[in-house]
């Protein structure tokens, strides 16, 4: 068992507590029964799971991709913005367009565009409950550009068109895959988080829709497969954030999203995340992970 300090901290951070569906600016991230929201710490290994956590590597640490402060002069994560329908659309021009949602698109006078290479610009509007996810997002003099956009009913299941990318290379959702500080001051995350890997296949397994990759070897995972935290790993000696962030991967897991560092799962930016507790995720290994059966996840 990993032993850590454990400072005092609120009983509802201790013992948790479901919030329900989650939520973001008054809105559901998405139905009840979404890929995202759905627990998956009852359903089957996949037969090759040690196979493929080889590929991603056993000895590798967990990385949370976010917390407080900056780094190399930006914020540390994937920032979003909240807006209403009051906010002027604006027309985007894309770089994947027969794969993109046309738009337009209510980006704010000052948007929180992620500070890393990706420039993603997630915008939830308030009034309608709708997603808007940009990839590569970038004000030029001819008007706003971006490498692909999706537009979600966040009161929906739909997904991508087969084959499509959105403004994630597998198609999914970024948003309701992200570790969110006020879920963690609440107790708990009630959701998948997202995640990337270095190496994937040239394949996609439910509910992704678009791969990226020319690699074929049937050990490296697909996009939007699943992988969960093992039921037997003793997450009690980890101080209070990091230990949210640990049981919800027990509970609800963490899909393959994008290709990039191995073990790296997506939080937003906030002032009060506590990187030292944080970093103590990069204790719990690849050997720690399993993979959740493909064929037991579908609509």
């Not at 037969?47 to 402060?69: E, K, Y």
């Not at 001819?142 to 994630?168: F, K, M, V, Y």
């Not at 997450?235 to 962030?245: I, M, N």
């Amino acid at each position: 068992m990993i032993k850590l300090a454990v400072g005092a901290v609120s009983a509802a951070l201790l013992l948790g507590g479901s919030t329900g569906v989650p939520q973001v600016g008054g809105c559901a991230m998405f139905p009840a029964d979404n890929p995202w929201n759905t627990r998956v710490d009852s359903l089957p290994v996949a037969s090759n799971s040690d196979a493929i956590i080889a590929t991603i590597g056993t000895g590798i640490g967990l990385h949370p991709d976010f917390g407080s402060g900056t780094w190399q002069g930006g914020p540390i994560g994937i920032p979003y913005d909240v807006v209403t329908t009051a906010i002027k659309k604006s027309t985007v021009s894309f770089d994947y367009a027969s794969e993109s949602d046309p738009g337009p698109y209510p980006i704010p006078s000052k948007p929180h565009i992620e500070y890393s290479s990706d420039h993603h610009e997630l915008i939830v509007d308030a009034t309608s409950c709708t997603l808007y996810e940009l990839y590569a997002l970038q004000k030029t003099k001819r008007g706003w550009h971006a490498g692909s956009g999706a537009i979600w009913s966040l009161g929906s299941n739909a997904l991508r068109p087969e084959g499509w990318t959105s403004a994630d290379a597998a198609g999914l959702q970024i948003l309701p895959g992200l570790a969110r500080y006020d879920e963690v001051a609440a107790g708990e995350i009630d959701h998948a988080l997202r995640f990337t890997v270095q190496h994937t296949r040239r394949a996609y397994v439910y509910p992704a829709r678009h791969y990226a990759s020319s690699l074929t070897d049937p050990n490296l995972p697909p996009m939007g497969l699943r992988l969960r935290l093992k039921a037997s790993f003793d997450t009690s000696g980890f101080p209070p954030q990091a230990r949210v962030v640990l049981e919800a991967l027990k509970r609800y897991g963490m899909m393959v999203a994008d290709n990039g560092s191995n073990w790296y799962i997506s939080g937003a930016p906030d002032s009060r995340w506590s990187n030292d507790d944080l970093h103590t995720l990069g204790l719990v290994k690849g050997s720690n992970f399993e993979v959740v059966d493909p064929s037991s996840i579908h609509p």
